[in-house]
Antibody
Framework: QVQLVQSGSELKKPGASVKVSCKASGYTFTSYAMNWVRQAPGQGLEWMGW????????TYAQGFTGRFVFSLDTSVSTAYLQISSLKAEDTAVYYC???????????WGQGTLVTVSS | QSALTQPPSASGSPGQSVTISCTGTSSDVGGYNYVSWYQQHPGKAPKLMIYEVTKRPSGVPDRFSGSKSGNTASLTVSGLQSEDEADYYC??????????FGTGTKVTVL
């Protein structure tokens, strides 16, 4: 069965960096894109962008350029989200979600809570 | 691009129907038949309920149905059950390999 398993919660200080992992299993990793979605506390879902798992080419949504980096290690079927120069407003649950054009977010990871606090 | 507009809340009694709207523009909802709906219970990851406007993934009850007219898509939940109480989000393709989510609707089963 398809599974996306994300790394555990993180507590970081402002200005630090964090790297969230998303390990896929149960399907051919390079057959589906990987999206990243942010959900701030008590707020809605926000699409951050996606990475082409064949080429490694990322696409970032408006507001997620510069400090946000998507990457892959296809040898272990894992996608990564790195956020640098963390700010308090980056505190959120970050989800990875598999997708295609027709079904953009058909399977989701369990989410990773990133808390930024001094 | 801006988030799609959904009503903040909707409610219905068990057995009744509730319909949630999702309003965008001709650049997203109105321009493509790639509207999806997601159910999210508190503390859980979202779950795909409808894709390509009207299609249901395997395992999703047929009480859930989707439609679209112009720039507005809709999700209808018929025969409301207590487990349907959750937040619901729409999403749409917005062109140039971009996607956008709706603002979210909290459904309450009275």
């Amino acid at each position: 069965q398809v599974q996306l398993v994300q790394s555990g919660s993180e507590l970081k200080k402002p200005g630090a960096s964090v790297k969230v992992s998303c390990k896929a299993s149960g399907y051919t990793f390079t057959s589906y894109a990987m999206n990243w979605v942010r959900q701030a506390p008590g707020q809605g879902l926000e699409w951050m962008g996606w990475i082409n798992t064949n080429t490694g080419n990322p696409t970032y949504a408006q507001g997620f350029t510069g400090r946000f980096v998507f990457s892959l290690d296809t040898s272990v079927s894992t996608a990564y989200l790195q956020i640098s120069s963390l700010k308090a407003e980056d505190t959120a649950v970050y989800y990875c979600a598999r997708g295609t054009v027709t079904t953009p977010f058909d399977y989701w990871g369990q989410g990773t809570l990133v808390t930024v606090s001094s | 691009q801006s988030a799609l507009t959904q009503p903040p809340s909707a409610s219905g009694s068990p057995g009744q129907s509730v319909t949630i709207s999702c309003t965008g523009t001709s650049s997203d909802v109105g321009g493509y038949n790639y509207v999806s709906w997601y159910q999210q219970h508190p503390g859980k990851a979202p779950k795909l309920m409808i894709y390509e406007v009207t299609k249901r993934p395997s395992g999703v009850p047929d009480r859930f149905s989707g439609s679209k007219s112009g720039n507005t898509a809709s999700l209808t939940v018929s025969g409301l059950q207590s487990e349907d109480e959750a937040d619901y989000y729409c999403s749409s393709y917005a062109g140039s390999n971009n996607w956008v989510f709706g603002t979210g609707t909290k459904v309450t089963v009275l």
